[in-house]
T-cell receptor, first 113, second 119 residues
Framework: AQSVTQLGSHVSVSEGALVLLRCNYS??????LFWYVQYPNQGLQLLLK??????LVKGINGFEAEFKKSETSFHLTKPSAHMSDAAEYFC???????????FGKGTHLIIQP | EAGVTQFPSHSVIEKGQTVTLRCDPI?????LYWYRRVMGKEIKFLLH????????ESGMPNNRFLAERTGGTYSTLKVQPAELEDSGVYFC?????????????????FGPGTRLTVT
């Protein structure tokens, strides 16, 4: 069984500041890990995914995440926040490449001007 | 290329009524998934089709929910009879056929969701 914990339902950062969204997972098998973003009135869009290659994964819109097995973490970062990054972000895990996803509760990212 | 589409975008029904949600996956995607997000909670997996077969329906909450995927194309999710706790946003996603070897993950493309309100 898998589970995901996202720390902080809301995270507020200033425009231009570092974005850090935390995700810890639990999995009984080597996990597949994902970050999705949802903009208002839209579906979820994949930001990046980890399968088993490089532990530092680069995604779209300047986001990246690092898989740390020892810490069971997959935190999402972006060096400089932009107003357009305001959205809800979801971390997810699965046991197989085509399996259903187990999501965290989501984190609203708020960008202060 | 058209994305995953869902119909209707919103539905308001009374407790005890029946509602059918429809999902049209991306053309050529054999995997189709249903998820639900109840307000204030996480997005939860409901079930997974591979073509017309149910691969995993472990997330279906109870027998008031019936999912079908006739001909392996579009899918419907029927709730009968609807209860208050069924309110939420129902998402559909689709992906290509998964590989049976190696660690290959196929991106799930999500639709915009159907917001269901049961009063």
């Amino acid at each position: 069984a898998q589970s995901v914990t996202q720390l902080g339902s809301h995270v507020s950062v200033s425009e231009g500041a570092l974005v850090l969204l935390r995700c810890n997972y639990s999995s009984s098998v080597p996990p597949y890990l994902f970050w999705y973003v949802q903009y208002p009135n839209q579906g979820l869009q994949l930001l990046l995914k980890y399968t088993s290659a490089a532990t530092l994964v680069k995604g779209i819109n300047g986001f990246e995440a690092e898989f740390k097995k020892s810490e069971t973490s997959f935190h999402l970062t972006k060096p400089s926040a932009h107003m357009s990054d305001a959205a809800e972000y979801f971390c997810a895990v699965s046991a197989g490449g085509a399996d259903g996803l187990t999501f965290g509760k989501g984190t609203h990212l708020i960008i202060q001007p | 290329e058209a994305g995953v589409t869902q119909f209707p975008s919103h539905s308001v029904i009374e407790k005890g009524q029946t509602v059918t949600l429809r999902c049209d996956p991306i053309s050529g995607h054999d995997n189709l998934y249903w998820y639900r997000r109840v307000m204030g909670k996480e997005i939860k997996f409901l079930l997974h089709f591979v073509k017309e077969s149910k691969q995993d329906e472990s997330g279906m909450p109870n027998n008031r929910f019936l999912a079908e995927r006739t001909g392996g194309t579009y899918s419907t999710l029927k709730v009968q009879p609807a209860e208050l706790e069924d309110s939420g946003v129902y998402f559909c996603a689709s992906s290509q056929v998964g590989s049976t070897s190696g660690r290959v993950s196929y991106e799930q493309y999500f639709g915009p969701g159907t917001r269901l309100t049961v009063t």
